[in-house]
């Protein structure tokens, strides 16, 4: 049973237009993670959690919004999409550990920005 | 910047062969993961890791801290090693940095 997952799996937005991400874990993992992939970059995080209620930058933010709900979800938010945001994000849980943990990622969903 | 660096970036590997892949930081790293991309897409976690040596199957992965680099031995490739391997560091703080990934690809 898949305990990390991602909805939707692929996404066609509008410049402009508003996008929310939705990332679910059965984990019971404190931390969770929004990351994107671009060749040539690896992953790159944007935004994390420390649990329900916490959101905090990561090293790439900038058009980005986050919210955490609840322990189980957490949302990634393109408020105005642009077509440089076309790329594939994955959510991650992770136990939180000091100072050692691990990471599960969700399938990915791909979103293009036209 | 180049805070992980993996090398090769492409390898191709005929099956039954063996290879390595490393990753070098140049951060203060506390563990590492390991991850294949599928040609899917999918990302599975290969190995967690303290410094130290870990094992399973045909993958071996060691992590040394004080020489700051990682490497993931493949023995006896097959078909279905193909895909994108990805190391990541997590440093001292709860952010995990990733390399660009090593796409490795296995033929008959």
């Known amino acids: 049973e898949a305990a990390v997952t991602q909805s939707p799996r692929n996404k066609v937005a509008v410049t402009g237009g508003k996008v929310t991400l939705s990332c679910n874990q059965t984990?019971?993992?404190?931390?969770m993670y929004w990351y994107r992939q671009d060749t040539g970059h690896g992953l790159r995080l944007i935004h994390y959690?420390?649990?329900?209620?916490?959101?905090e930058k990561g090293d790439i933010p900038d058009g980005y919004k986050a919210s955490r709900p609840s322990q189980e979800n957490f949302s990634l938010i393109l408020e105005l999409a642009t077509p440089s945001q076309t790329s594939v994000y994955f959510c991650a849980s992770g136990a939180q550990g000091t100072p050692h943990y691990e990471q599960y990622f969700g399938p990915g969903t791909r979103l293009t920005v036209l | 910047g180049d805070q992980v660096k993996q090398s090769p970036s492409a390898l191709s590997l005929q099956e039954g062969t063996n290879s390595a892949l490393r990753c070098n930081f140049s951060?203060?790293?506390?563990?590492v993961q390991w991850f294949l991309q599928n040609p899917r897409g999918s990302l599975m976690n290969l190995f967690y890791l303290v410094p130290g040596t870990k094992e399973n199957g045909r993958l071996k992965s060691t992590f040394n801290s004080k020489e700051s680099y990682s490497t993931l031995h493949i023995r006896d490739a097959q078909l279905e090693d193909s895909g994108t391997y990805f190391c990541a560091a997590e440093a001292n703080t709860d952010k995990v940095v990733f390399g660009t990934g090593t796409r490795l690809q296995v033929s008959p």
């Open positions: 959690s420390y649990g329900a209620g916490s959101t």
């Open positions: 951060i203060a790293t506390t563990t």
């Open positions: 984990n019971n993992h404190n931390n």
